[in-house]
């Protein structure tokens, strides 16, 4: 059974930082791309950040330099952190696993809300 968790979320005030972790479990972690997407209210959901089995990241532009997608392999875990958040950066973020074929898993999403 596939499963992934994400957990982090919560209220951060503007300028500050937040890591979200996505725990997966039921497939070939490793071999897998995994990436954060985020969907904020009346919008549609978005790429975040990615990164491939071999380590290779890339941002979207919104949060490019200001944020570090991780994976731990022996943990089946992949981390987002930001730093400098801003209330755009208000929204649900989802974990997204992939095997670059045609399996495609998400997790539940986990709110992360940017205010003071």
């Known amino acids: 059974q596939v499963q992934l968790v994400e957990s982090g979320g919560g209220l951060v005030q503007p300028g500050g930082s937040l890591i979200l972790s996505c725990a997966a479990s039921g497939f070939s972690f490793s071999r897998y791309i995994m990436s954060w997407h985020r969907q904020a209210p009346g919008r549609e959901r978005q790429l975040v950040a990615y990164?491939?089995?071999?380590?290779?990241?890339n941002y979207a532009d919104s949060v490019k330099g200001r944020s570090t997608i991780s994976r731990d392999n022996g943990k089946n875990t992949v981390y987002l952190q930001m730093n400098s958040v801003k209330p755009e950066d208000t929204a649900v973020y989802y974990c997204?696993?992939?095997?670059?074929?045609?399996?495609?898993?998400w997790g539940q999403g986990t709110q992360v809300t940017v205010s003071s």
């Open positions: 997204k696993a992939f095997d670059g074929r045609a399996n495609a898993y």
């Open positions: 990164i491939t089995s071999a380590g290779a990241t």
